[in-house]
């Protein structure tokens, strides 16, 4: 089945109100043009779910200023100093996970089961007392899975039937959000025909991908940010 | 030398070779930058590398290959990359040795706190609860005082924390001081300034073991 769509239609499946996954740990594998394209549609209200908020002026952080966002489910937003404003503004909800707790619950759902039991951070005042669960001798906090509607994941190479390779620090969270949501939309730089990823390459099987965007070219949000290299 | 850099110069000191090291966003990242070129460590970096290493020469730097703070690194042979998942994994499991973690405020009994500035500055929780709690030895770089002159050494943390009991050593552009059960016990002091000085500048009561003051002299 060939996946490919246009990037307007592939977007355009998203509804205001949505809750939607967005790979990406800083820009790489942040799938920038999918979210530019869901800043031009202009869907509102919507929850999303990332480890950062990108920087300001690009990614996820051009949503939330735009005003699109109503909540966030992110681990830290320390470079975004924009989005720390809106934050405590009240214009922004922003819930808090430590990374790889997120990472599981994201993996979790991915997996088809429920939850899991930790031991992080059990005395924070990130956990609430109904979190925790006495169990044979041993305190746990019960962290639930999280999955979503729509995951929107940045890929190196996907071939038409929708298998996806990442590449180097851009796998981070995209394997994770592309088994963990209802509707997944993956963007890849170098789209071939199946068979073009060797099997035992393929990060992300065909079978959790929904939609594939072919990207024409990278924009300059995909670049090195000068402001980032050390002299 | 800066107190940036004598706090980097020190904690460059704190690497074991052979040993498994994560770098937190801030100061700590940057002491890759005062490591022997050769030296034998793997940098565990959170969003997805073990064995990144310094930063690319402008012409190699590649976009889809940062740390956890942006900066454009290399890797070393016999690097790996994976999921964040599978990153920390790594981190709750104890695999890592030694992470170095940056502070709003650390305390006498080894409580971090350098996540949440309630209404002011919140960059939110990253890896530094798992981090904190799981690695094998946690080493706090931080000035001493912060933009205002406020100790950041406390007997007790007053922001929301991020893990308790968990620092084994701090080092500032003043001190190295390890939390022990007596407190703080200081092991070196890196500059011209003499004990009832630091004493002054800390918040927290320290203990002198009579280490000789190691006067960079730079």
């Known amino acids: 089945m060939k996946k490919n769509r246009s990037i307007e239609d592939a977007i355009a499946a998203i509804p205001s109100g949505a809750t939607v996954m967005i790979g990406g740990f800083g820009n790489p594998g942040t799938p920038f043009s999918l979210i530019n394209e869901l800043v031009r549609q202009g869907q509102t209200d919507l929850t999303l779910i990332k480890n950062d908020a990108n920087e300001p002026g690009h990614g996820i952080s051009r949503l939330i200023e735009n005003g699109q966002v109503k909540k966030l489910i992110t681990t830290h937003i320390g470079l975004n100093k924009k989005v720390i404003e809106i934050m405590n503004a009240g214009d922004l909800i922003v819930e808090f996970h430590p990374q790889g707790i997120l990472a599981e619950k994201i993996r979790t759902a991915g997996a088809g089961s429920f939850g899991f039991l930790s031991d992080i951070a059990l005395d924070s005042e990130i956990t609430r007392p109904e979190d925790l669960l006495d169990w044979q001798g041993r305190t746990y906090k019960v962290e639930m899975a999280l999955n979503a509607q729509f995951a929107l994941v940045h890929a190196a190479r996907a071939d038409t039937m929708g298998n996806l390779a990442y590449r180097s620090a851009a796998i981070n969270f995209n394997p994770l959000m592309a088994m963990a949501a209802d509707c997944v939309i993956a963007e890849a730089i170098d789209v071939g025909d199946p068979g073009c990823i060797p099997p035992e390459h393929v990060h992300t099987q065909s079978a959790f991908v929904s939609l594939l965007v072919a990207l024409p070219s990278l924009t300059s949000d995909y670049g090195v940010m000068a402001h980032h290299v050390r002299h | ?218």
């Open chain 2, 1 to 218: 030398m800066s107190a940036t850099d004598r706090i980097l110069n020190r904690a460059a000191q704190e690497v074991v070779a052979g040993s498994i090291v994560n770098l937190g966003i801030g100061l700590p990242t940057q002491v890759i930058h005062f490591l022997p070129d050769d030296f034998d460590v793997q940098i565990h970096s959170e969003n997805g590398i073990l064995g990144a290493w310094k930063q690319a020469q402008p012409e190699a730097m590649d976009p889809f290959l940062i740390d956890s703070a942006g900066a454009y690194v290399t890797t070393r042979p016999g690097s790996s990359f994976f999921d964040s998942a599978v990153s920390f994994a790594m981190i709750r499991r104890a695999r890592l040795d030694l992470t170095m973690i940056g502070a709003f405020e650390v305390d006498a009994s080894g409580n971090l706190a350098n996540w949440k500035i309630p209404g002011k500055f919140s960059p939110g929780i990253g890896g530094a609860m798992e981090l904190a709690q799981k690695t094998r030895r946690i080493v706090v770089l931080t000035t001493h005082t912060d933009k205002k002159g406020r100790s950041k050494i406390l007997e007790t943390c007053r922001l929301p924390l991020t893990a308790k009991r968990c620092v084994n050593r701090i080092i500032s552009d003043l001190a190295v001081m390890d939390v022990t059960p007596d407190g703080l016990v200081v092991r070196e002091i890196l500059t011209d300034i003499s004990d009832a000085e630091l004493q002054e500048l800390t918040e927290a009561k320290l203990t002198f073991t009579g280490a000789e003051a190691a006067n960079d002299g730079q």
